[in-house]
């Protein structure tokens, strides 16, 4: 019944389905930094999409194309950064050629039956950004032509259709995870075919292993893919063999709700993580760990993002009070309004 429960939790805060559309959101489920322009960042609320040129003194309201629908994540072309992809809820994915002003939905194949998807979590092939991955409700799917066309990927996935999250390999982006509510997947050919490997998350005997341990966050050392750190709904966890086992991180913490996970580039053992009690970092590769929420109004948050060329420049959105953004590393936190009569 707990896990049941910690699954709904999840879910019912990643719909917010009592919000309407109009209705203006302090809740910022994703943010993203522009790779080479560092004070150009987008947010998503559970409202619109809000973008800023000057590191978040102004904003402006991304809204063509998007009226009726909600974003749930943000993921910006690593090679073409005027390219924005945006997963929505229950409509699939868009995408913006012109850095936000206008949103164009690319869902072709992208559901199961007449089930839209929940789009949880959008990722570049490292290789090839024509190349995308998308975590649905209904599967994994993959584009290889910049999301004209989907074709579903989950073949081995036979007890589960929930995905919450991917990972791909930075030197070999044929190796991908995927988090779903029943742990962890993985796949060694391009998610042609998917295995569990939930050595150590997911026990063999677990009742009910479709929804036995959600995974909400993957993130994979750039300097030594072998390390893999999985944020779940039960705590950090962490494998040193791709997989093949993991062990618990934190422990001391208690089961923490983990959304978010950000590693300095670099630095593999420098981490930052995000619950629903807030902001923790480690800088022993996850042995140790340390608050850092000076300044945070809400505890309670949703997503963490770094600048790619300042690791001292942190993000992180919250369920309910807005963004904040730290300037030395998560030692302090400032409120960022999102200012809402400026449009584009």
Known sequence: MKIIVR??????????????????????????????KSKLV??????????????GQAWK???????????MNLAIDPRLPANVFAGTLADGVYKSPDGGRRWLPRN????KGTISANVNQLVFDPADSQIL??????????????GQSWTERMRGMTEINFIVALAIDPV?????????????????????????ANNGLVPDDAKMASMALGVNRLLIDQANPDVVYAGTTQGVFKTLNKGEAWSRLAVDLGELYV???????????????????????????GQTWKATNDGLDNLNIRSIAMDPNDSQVLYAGTNGSGLFRSQDGGESWIHLPLAPEAQE
């Open 108 to 111: 072709a194949g992208i559901q």
């Open 172 to 196: 070999s982006p044929n190796i991908l995870y995927a988090g779903t509510s029943g742990g962890v997947y993985r796949s060694f050919d391009g998610a042609d075919h998917w295995t569990k």
């Open 61 to 71: 309201r991304l809204s063509e194309g998007l009226t009726r629908v909600r974003v």
């Open 42 to 55: 987008y947010v998503a609320t559970e409202e619109a999409v809000y973008k800023t040129r000057d590191g």
């Open 7 to 36: 699954q709904a939790i999840a879910f019912s805060m990643m719909v917010g389905l009592l919000l309407s559309c109009t209705q203006r959101s302090d809740r910022v489920v994703a943010v993203a930094v522009h790779p080479a």
């Open 259 to 285: 959304s978010s996970l950000v590693l300095e580039p670099g630095n593999g053992q420098h981490l930052y993580m995000g619950t629903s009690t807030g902001i923790f970092q480690s800088r022993d590769g």
């Open 133 to 146: 991955y998308a975590a649905t409700t209904v599967g994994v799917f993959q584009t290889k032509d910049a």
